[in-house]
């Protein structure tokens, strides 16, 4: 059995659709690029696809992973062709390997987020950040299936800054653009946690709501501070073809073909 890994986006108007959605749609692509997946086994087998860690709905990301088992072997590249082809555009598949080590959702621990809020100046975005940061703990309420929860949003934040106007907005405004690097802990703090927590801590509140997009998710490198690809261990697995020996040519030569 050959298992592939997926990178794939949601971009666009896209970002609205739900986890069940793109689950269906990623089904349907399945079938239709005519892939040949292993299925579970029970009453009702359906394909045998992990999802990781996959990103709330109404937010935009370049960084979402799954991981596919196929009963016969493919080329991952051709694969990831024949699936983004029967994907709706923003829903894109734009990098596939095949999985050599273990653990895919182990290596997710953190995610790099862009925050982009209009009608915010930057400099008034910069005060409430270095609030926010100045905090030991910042607490904020979320309400959940179970009712109104209450966590701590400073904790989870590896790393927050202002990092510019929108530069493709001239004339319409101010924007403020929001880098942030978020730990995967339990209970999960998402941006519109830290959002929260940066109107708790300056009052900062954006007349719109935010355009938010994951840009990345992987490994988080305490030393660095920077999240790493979790596809690159599988990558780096992939071991070159031993070099031809030296020589084998000039064993296979007849005997005194060099002689006088």
């Known amino acids: 059995m050959q298992r592939i890994r997926l990178r794939y986006t949601k971009r666009g108007r896209l970002r609205f659709t739900s986890h069940r959605d793109f689950q269906r749609a990623f089904e349907r692509a399945l079938r239709r690029a005519e892939v040949p997946m292993a299925y579970s086994a029970g009453f009702t087998p359906h394909p045998k696809v992990s999802y990781a860690n996959a990103a709330p709905t109404g937010t935009g990301s370049e960084a979402e992973f799954l991981e596919i088992a196929l009963t016969q072997t493919r080329d991952p590249e051709k694969l990831r062709l024949l699936l ?3 994907l709706p555009a923003g829903l894109d598949i734009i990098d596939a390997v095949e999985a050599r080590t273990p653990g895919l959702a182990d290596r997710l621990t953190a995610s790099v987020w862009e925050l982009r809020l209009d009608g915010v100046d930057p400099g008034e975005a910069g005060h409430a950040v270095s609030a926010f940061l100045a905090a030991e703990s910042v607490e904020v309420e979320r309400r959940t299936k179970n009712g109104l929860r209450t966590f701590d949003a400073r904790g989870a934040v590896a790393a927050l800054e202002v990092a510019g106007p929108q530069a493709d907005r001239p004339g319409e405004g101010p924007c403020a653009i929001l880098r942030l690097v978020v730990r995967h802990v339990t209970p999960a703090v998402r941006p519109d946690d830290v959002l929260s927590g940066l109107q708790a801590v300056a009052d900062l509140a954006p007349p719109v709501p935010a355009a938010v997009t ?11 501070g920077t999240v790493t690809d979790p596809l690159a261990p599988d990558r780096e697995a992939v071991r070159p073809a031993p070099p031809k020996a030296a020589g084998t040519a000039a064993a296979k030569a007849p005997e005194g073909a060099g002689s006088a």
Do not use: K, N, P, V
């Open 84 to 86: 983004d082809e029967s």
């Open 214 to 224: 994951r840009l990345a998710q992987g490994l988080f490198d305490e030393e660095t």
